[in-house]
């Protein structure tokens, strides 16, 4: 794969909705403003959640069975790396604009 395919495939992407399915977080990277709530849909049969890394951050989901949502509204300019506790190899950011 080309470079430059590889990097249209890590592009933000701009919405309010990431499904988690087939072991990872889909947009990987999701670009929002200030204001938006974001809600994640466990599409796998496996539990998953969705937790900040580092300490202190806002996302700290209970393990989400089949088909649950989470949701969270970013009220601050920044970008926030999260994963999955269960599954750590599962990880993802939100970047969130004015």
Aim: with cysteine.
């Amino acid at each position: 794969m080309s470079p430059s395919a590889k990097g249209a495939q890590t592009a933000p992407v701009t919405g309010d909705a990431v499904a988690i399915k087939n072991f990872a977080f889909s947009p990987a990277k999701l670009e929002i403003k200030v204001g938006t709530t974001v809600t994640w849909t466990n599409q796998d049969t496996d539990a998953h959640t969705v937790t900040s890394t580092g300490s202190g951050g806002p996302l700290r989901s209970a393990a989400l069975a089949t088909h649950a949502t989470y949701r969270h509204t970013f009220t601050k300019p920044g970008t926030y790396a999260y994963l999955c506790t269960i599954h750590p190899f599962m990880t993802a950011t939100v970047e969130v604009t004015r």
